[in-house]
């Protein structure tokens, strides 16, 4: 079976990935293989079948040491006898107890990332007839995110695309599934990873038109003129430092038997495609990576455009707030009072706090939808990745069903998330003496959450859950599964929100 998964994907050379369940792995001609192994063994899966292919050679060189299986080692064993492959790249799992997709997909990432350093032609992929259908997939995932660099403007990559690859032991519609959702991830990593000269509003909205054709979503681009006839002024102001106007994108999806009324999840993103700080500047280590400040926008637009390549049956509404925050002479200023959509009056008291002024009127936009629920992702604060560190995102809500069912969904995919606290005395630090509220809170302790706090005032209600990904979406240093750059996270786990349990 061949699939085509063109839709997530710009252009660029083919490579299909497919499943062929029945092919035996010593009998394929291929660049290389990639088997899996855990840490207690050989045990009597697909890998104690290489095994005896090679003559005993796996077992060999697990009894010598050569070979662990602990998490990501990741081991080439070049001409291996008894295989038609070149190579065959041994992967460690670590504890079969503690196997799960999150480590299934880091570990396939691993090897596939290994392995596209070099051209490759073919590459087979050997899973296990004991993964689940969501761990085969995650695998596959993984596969097709690991041979994808960041570098895009290189002539000379570093990462490439394997001409093909074929997964054994897999069924054909995991794999399919699979490959979807690995290319939703590296959607959203190539969109992060695009500097803020040639990836701004507007040529944002122009990406997201692409990826709306290509998967069948219906959508809305407020220009300037419309966000002014919609009172979108806090998206306006924060825009008009820049000589690039700011966009509200607005995608429908409706899964097949979705009903026509309410959509089940908002989904919104700040797409900030450039954040300086604006008038509050930031110094100059700080702003390097701004770039990444639409990551949530663009993990929105990802997974939408996955749902709906997955044809899940849901129906979502997005919108992302595109605007870049500059210095330009009509910048927005401290002490300004912005009157957002919703009516309530902002009083600026740093203009890097942007985000949170973008998404008042992103917030007010998806309420008129009355969607069951809304989930916003954003680089928000510098704040909760001192209170998390790197890898994990934080998640803030009004409705903890609706918190626990993204923490889940996260968990099952293998990306860290941790909530915090919402108290009431924290609305206390977002008063203003001049207007309804203030964009910051009063000194810089909990920073993340008077940021959630002050979200919070624009959906009406309605549950809602804030993931701030300013720590994961971005990796300043390459991984050993993933190069540096965009992550793509958060599209695994809202695509397995929407799924539900397995
Ligand atoms: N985009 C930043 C947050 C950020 C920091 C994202 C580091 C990714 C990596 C956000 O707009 C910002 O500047 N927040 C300020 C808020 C402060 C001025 C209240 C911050 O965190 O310092
Ligand atoms: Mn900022
Ligand atoms: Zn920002």
């Known amino acids: 079976m061949t699939n085509e998964f063109s839709h997530l994907r710009a252009g660029g050379a083919a490579g299909s990935i497919v499943a062929d369940p029945s092919a035996r792995p010593e009998a394929i001609e291929a660049d290389a293989i990639v088997t899996f192994l855990t840490e207690g063994g050989i045990g009597s899966g697909t890998v104690a ?56 997909y880091r570990a396939a990432a691993t090897a596939s990332k290994h392995l596209a350093g070099r051209p490759r032609a073919k590459v087979v992929f050997v899973a296990d007839g004991s993964w689940s259908t969501r761990q085969t997939e995650q695998a596959v995932a993984g596969a097709a995110v690991g041979m994808v660099g960041q570098d895009l403007y290189r002539a000379e990559k570093k990462r490439t695309r394997f001409g093909s690859a074929v997964w054994l032991v897999a069924a054909a519609e995991a794999v399919a599934r699979g490959v979807v959702i690995g290319e939703g991830v590296n959607l959203a990593r190539r969109l992060v990873n695009m500097p803020a000269d040639d990836l701004y509003p507007q040529t944002f909205s122009e990406e997201a038109a692409a990826v709306a054709g290509r998967t069948g979503m219906e959508i809305e681009i407020w220009d300037e003129e419309q966000l002014a006839r919609e009172r979108c002024h806090a998206i306006l102001a924060v825009g008009r430092g820049s000589s690039r106007a700011p966009r509200l994108v607005i995608l429908r999806y409706r899964g097949p038997g979705a009903h026509d009324g309410q959509p089940d999840i908002a989904l919104v993103g700040k797409g900030v495609t450039f954040d300086s700080g604006g008038l509050s500047l930031k110094p100059s280590d700080s702003m390097l990576t701004m770039k990444c400040d639409m990551s949530g926008g663009a ?150 959450i008077t940021a959630a706090k002050f979200l919070e005032r624009f959906v009406g209600g309605i549950p809602w859950t804030h993931v701030d990904i300013a720590g994961p979406a971005f990796a300043e240093k390459p991984r050993p599964w993933i190069d540096g750059g965009g992550t793509g996270s958060l599209v695994r786990p809202l695509v397995e929100l929407v799924r539900g349990p397995e």
């Open 299 to 448: 993990a929105m637009l990802a997974a939408a455009a996955t749902i709906a390549a997955l044809k899940l049956p849901v129906n979502l509404v997005v919108a992302i707030g595109l605007v870049e925050n500059m210095t330009g002479p009509a910048a927005y200023k401290l002490g300004d009072v912005i009157t957002a959509r919703s009516g309530t009056t902002i009083e600026i008291h740093n203009t890097d706090a942007e985000g949170r002024v973008v998404l008042a009127d992103v917030l007010d936009v998806v309420r008129g939808f009355k969607p069951k629920r809304i989930i916003d992702a954003a680089t928000l604060t510098g704040a909760c990745m001192v209170a998390l560190g790197h890898d994990v995102a934080g998640l803030f809500t009004n409705d903890q069903p609706c918190c626990d069912d993204l923490a889940r969904a996260a968990r099952a995919v293998g990306e860290p998330v941790w909530q915090l606290p919402m108290y009431a005395d924290y609305d206390e630090q977002i008063r203003s003496d001049v207007a309804d509220i203030k964009n910051v809170g009063d000194g810089r302790w909990g920073g993340a």
């Open 49 to 104: 079948e290489i095994d005896r292919a090679t003559g005993g050679l796996l077992s060999r060189l697990t009894a010598a040491g050569e070979i662990t299986g602990k998490r990501y080692e990741c081991v080439p064993v070049l001409a291996a006898p008894g295989l038609k492959a070149g190579q065959l790249v041994v992967v460690g799992l670590g504890k079969r107890e503690d196997l799960d997709a999150g480590v299934l």
